[in-house]
């Protein structure tokens, strides 16, 4: 059953609304990367807003890399799952890549039902040595210097992924270039895919355009109408290398020497058994590099701050001036010795707000929005914080920083309240 989420009319079913949030993860605890990405965590610690905050900082060139691996290598699933469903062996209609995941292993080898010689079809390797075989590649993709990950990137064990999978489809709404560009063999786009968004003069949707091409977004399971075929996996392979690994590309992503490729293998009859698994060391190594950079300073902007860096100076710009304009309103009360005394005391409404300013800015996060569970996306734009666990940790920051605020004012307020009046 298709999964409808933010759909154009706006209302869902019961039965629609359980299988849309059965996917979340419900988390007493910041989530992690691989939860992210497949898209089980809500605002605003989502897969919108971090690739959001990538863009903000130039750097989401390498979320789009990782994206569109992970929807060549689901294509890829796909393709051995139809292979499976129709009768015909892998060594029947792609007999390179027979031999060479029977000789060197494959990702794909739990998929995989190989024969440890070809002319001895009772024999098969069992599923537990294929998944040792692809849990010892998958170990050995990092570089010395790094230390290793997990063997394979966890996997999400709901309904809908798996069915997303079994489709050779991964959607992530309108995020990258794997979801604007995705083609099946017949080289159309998919159906049901609502049309790209306006783009900027570069090529890139704007801020403005994701914002509300993420109101509408496509279904989660994407319909196809025949199987995956090989040559959708090469024009796949080869579109991705063109846009992220060949020398020179617009959007070229750094890799380590040892994992550059400096030509695409296709033109090579040994080297096409190579397209499913040709690009699974740098999507582990984008991963593990985003894990250990780019991740730790998304969660502490979004889950422990609400403003983005503009909003924040902003804020930084608004308190000085409320301030400054306190201490104005302050002196010249005193130095004109206004009667009564009392009406020294507005003065805490401009220190109030300048100090509500200042410290938003310092923390990066605005009590007001706190309290209203709202968070900067882009400058001035918000988003509803939909995370429970970021809704507590938020709220309780937000009520400290009011606390330090009505301190740092009822001191300033008595101060220039009760200092002697002089008439100069």
Not at 104 to 124: A, E
Not at 173 to 180: E, H, P, Q
Not at 394 to 422: D, N
Request: hydrophobic residues 40%; positive net charge; aromatic residues 10%.
């Amino acid at each position: 059953m298709d999964e409808k989420i933010d759909g154009p009319s706006g209302s869902t079913s019961k039965a629609e609304r359980r299988v849309s949030t059965s996917r979340y993860v419900k988390l007493n605890r910041l989530p992690t990367l691989q939860e992210v990405l497949d898209r089980r965590t809500r605002a605003p610690l989502d897969l919108f807003c971090f690739y959001i905050f990538l863009q903000r900082e130039s750097a989401e060139d390498a979320l789009d890399f990782w994206l569109d691996v992970q929807q060549h290598e689901n294509m890829c699933k796909a393709y051995l799952k139809d292979l499976r469903k129709s009768g015909r062996s892998i060594h029947e209609d792609w007999p390179e890549f027979a031999d060479y995941a029977r000789a060197n292993g494959s990702y794909f080898s739990p998929l995989l039902d190989l024969p440890s010689v070809p002319n001895s079809p009772d024999f098969t390797v069992s599923p537990k040595e294929q998944q040792q075989e692809a849990s010892r590649r998958s170990s050995e993709i990092i570089s010395p210097s790094r230390t290793p990950i997990p063997s394979s990137p966890p996997r999400p064990a709901t309904r809908e992924r798996r069915d997303d999978e079994s489709r050779g489809v991964n959607d992530f709404g309108s995020l990258g270039a794997a979801a604007r560009d995705a083609t099946f063999a017949t080289g159309q786009p998919p159906k049901h895919r609502p049309s790209a968004a306006p783009t900027t003069g570069s090529g890139r949707m704007s801020f403005r355009d994701r914002w509300q091409d993420r109101k509408v977004r496509a279904p989660t399971i994407i319909a196809r109408d025949r199987a995956i075929e090989k040559a959708a996996l090469v024009e796949s392979a080869e579109r991705i290398y063109l846009r992220y690994l060949l020398p020179g590309a617009e959007r070229e992503i750094y890799l380590p020497p040892s994992l550059r490729l400096h030509s695409f293998p296709i033109s090579s009859a040994e080297a096409s058994p190579l397209i499913p698994d040709l690009f699974h060391e740098q999507k582990v190594y984008i991963f593990k590099a985003l894990e250990q950079d780019a991740f730790p300073r998304f969660l502490r902007a979004k889950a422990f701050g609400n403003l983005t860096p503009l909003g924040s100076f902003v804020r930084l710009v608004a308190g000085l001036l409320c301030l400054w304009g306190g201490f104005v309103l302050a002196f010249s009360l005193i130095f004109l010795d206004h009667k009564p005394k009392r009406d020294r005391l507005w003065v805490i409404l401009p220190f109030f707000v300048a100090t509500n300013c200042l410290l938003a800015a310092y923390y990066s996060l605005s009590p007001l929005l706190a309290f209203l569970q709202q968070s900067e996306t882009t400058p001035f734009r918000l988003i509803k914080i939909n995370e429970a666990y970021v809704k507590r940790l938020l709220l309780l920051r937000a009520a400290w920083i009011e606390l330090l605020c009505v301190a740092i004012t009822a001191v300033l307020t008595v101060i220039f309240a009760l200092v002697p009046g002089h008439r100069l």
